[in-house]
T-cell receptor, first 107, second 117 residues
Framework: AQRVTQPEKLLSVFKGAPVELKCNYS??????LFWYVQYSRQRLQLLLR??SRESIKGFTADLNKGETSFHLKKPFAQEEDSAMYYC?????????FGTGTRLTIIP | GAGVSQSPSNKVTEKGKDVELRCDPI?????LYWYRQSLGQGLEFLIY????????KSGLPSDRFSAERTGGSVSTLTIQRTQQEDSAVYLC???????????????FGPGTRLTVT
């Protein structure tokens, strides 16, 4: 079975400090991975996907097949980054989510 | 344009009653998904519809859960004889038709919060 692990339920970071949200996945072929974000009172939305190798809102995520990881990083946290973040893997159109990390940026 | 909509936004029901949750996908999206977000289990896949194909029901937790999609658009998730462990936020998502080798972005609705008392 596919598994996506986010080891941190809660993460607090000071504004301006670097952020890293961890995500590991169970090995199985060529994974396609995403980060989804849910801001307070908003719906779940796609933040970024690994195949596009883009930076969204200053966030990047690199797929490391050797470590089976897809950690989300941002060099300088902003208050508006406070949200719930979910790492997810897709296979046959079905998403498997991690349990999520609640990120709080301390002003 | 309008995003995925779901109704009701909140539903409180008594244990043992049946409930129906509705999802209106984005126009032109042939794929529709139901997920459940609960405290104990996180976000779980429930069921997937793609066009006129038979749905993938592999995530439904029990035979009390069923879903249908009429006319390739609106979908209804039905939970019969609700139990307290069914309390969760039920999310619907939709996406464009699949393309070989490309996983389409799924657009989520606001969810229906179901509370079984």
């Amino acid at each position: 079975a596919q598994r996506v692990t986010q080891p941190e339920k809660l993460l607090s970071v000071f504004k301006g400090a670097p952020v890293e949200l961890k995500c590991n996945y169970s090995y199985s072929g060529s994974p396609e991975l995403f980060w989804y974000v849910q801001y307070s009172r908003q719906r779940l939305q796609l933040l970024l996907r690994h195949i596009s190798r883009e930076s969204i809102k200053g966030f990047t995520a690199d797929l490391n097949k050797g470590e089976t990881s897809f950690h989300l990083k941002k060099p300088f946290a902003q208050e508006e980054d406070s949200a719930m973040y979910y790492c997810a893997r897709i296979r046959n159109e079905k998403l498997t989510f991690g349990t999520g990390t609640r990120l709080t940026i301390i002003p | 344009g309008a995003g995925v909509s779901q109704s009701p936004s909140n539903k409180v029901t008594e244990k043992g009653k049946d409930v129906e949750l509705r999802c209106d996908p984005i126009s032109g999206h042939t794929a529709l998904y139901w997920y459940r977000q609960s405290l104990g289990q996180g976000l779980e896949f429930l069921i997937y519809f793609q066009g006129n194909s038979a749905p993938d029901k592999s995530g439904l937790p029990s035979d009390r859960f069923s879903a249908e999609r009429t006319g390739g658009s609106v979908s209804t998730l039905t939970i019969q004889r609700t139990q307290q462990e069914d309390s969760a936020v039920y999310l619907c998502a939709s996406s464009l038709p699949p393309v070989p080798g490309l996983e389409r972005e799924q657009y989520f609705g606001p969810g229906t919060r179901l509370t079984v008392t």
